[in-house]
């Protein structure tokens, strides 16, 4: 576990709206609590240096931003020794104990009564919150004179960790039955897995500290894959956050490392060939890396849509179209039933087009997708008067 912690640390990414890289702490040693994995203490920017006015601050904060204002304060208190600083975590803690729910169907969290991105019922409870609250609290146990105030506190928070997300808990299993500590409670489970790390560390040094077999075991059975499959999950993932950010060499760098380490894992396949196929390049490794990754699961609908972007890529539409028809068969999604629409005008099939455009805009896409979809579709439907619709065309199809 302690290697494991280590390597998912440098690997680890905040997720902001400013894309924040919070560095690990060069101080943190696993096992320990006299530092936290991630140095937080860039959060102490945000608060003003008048305690009093911080005071306000803290209360106001979201359970999360007052978890790492509280891990920041502990962090610099821990290098400068400052009184201020410890009074500062300890203030935060003391926050979470007295805004904790200590019965109802929040017994024992923070509730969010905030949207959250995945369009939680309001109010909701967040594992990273009550993980990174159980970070603070037992931290607090050992760094106050009054520690059975902060360790009650401690294994109340962990009880929405023993429930699942239908009884009002934080977690989910999937059909493997490994254990998912969901930052939002969502239908269909959201896996964010930043939050799942916060959360895990929480529980795991709750369980250490307090030798609770609960905890332990619910901690051990959120590895259950294993440290070197759970790396693989974490370096994939990780792609997927750079690629959103527009970093795809770095996206590149994950699944590229997990292929060297396990060259038949079939997302990270998936992840490279889709990437080569959205920027249009190396489409023939595209096609060979997507080949593999159907080879493990040959009815998987994401994975046929990328086979079938590929093929589009190589100017091969009435294959294109083939593959991702069937794509959109096992999966009503808003970006294949969008990528059958442009295969099918190229085989010029326009009313084909114009019904997977309209099917995809039912299912919702982002924005962005969809801005680009209704333009399709008002340019294919009512072209101007004496303006040329583009010709279907370069078929280019020499066989499957």
Known sequence: MTDLLRRVAEHLVDRTDRHELLGRSSLWRPGHLDDYFIDMRSKLALLPADPHSQVAILKAGTP??????AIAFYQRWRRERRDQDLAGFMTCADIL???????GPYRGGWPHDLPSPYKS?????????????LSVLVRASNAAPARARYERAARLAVQ????DLEQGG????????CVYLEE??????????????FAWVGVREFADTFSDKAADGLAAKSLAEGDDELLVRVRYYLGIVYEEQGRGVLALSMWEANLAAVPEHADSNNAVAYHYAEAGEKLTEALEFIQKALSKDPENAAYLDTLGWVYYKMQRYKRAAEVLAKAAEKMSDAIILDHLGDALLRTGDIDGALEAWKKSLENKPKESDRDATEEKIRSNTAPAEGEVQEKPGGEGDGGS
């Not at 999360?64 to 204002?69: D, I, R, T």
């Not at 104990?97 to 019965?103: L, M, W």
């Not at 019922?121 to 609250?133: D, F, N, V």
């Not at 939002?184 to 790390?197: K, R």
């Open 121 to 133: 019922k309001r109010p909701w409870l967040s594992a990273m919150a009550q993980g990174e609250a």
């Open 170 to 177: 934080v977690t989910c299993r999937d059909d493997a039955g």
């Open 64 to 69: 999360v931003e007052l978890c790492q204002w």
């Open 160 to 163: 929405p960790f023993l429930k």
């Open 184 to 197: 939002y409670p969502s239908d269909p489970p959201s896996h964010v897995l930043n939050g799942w790390i």
């Open 97 to 103: 104990v007295e805004t904790q729910h200590r019965d």
